[in-house]
């Protein structure tokens, strides 16, 4: 499940891109 309320430390710009991947 996509957690968009936990930004990616190393790539915060695309943390909502990262998580949906994921």
Same mark, same amino acid.
Do not use: C, D, K, W
């Given at each position: 499940? !996509?957690?968009?309320? #936990? !930004?990616?430390? /190393?790539? !915060? #710009? /695309?943390?909502?891109? $990262? $998580?949906?991947?994921?």
């Amino acid at each position: 499940a !996509p957690v968009f309320s #936990q !930004p990616r430390t /190393h790539m !915060p #710009q /695309h943390s909502i891109g $990262e $998580e949906f991947l994921n």
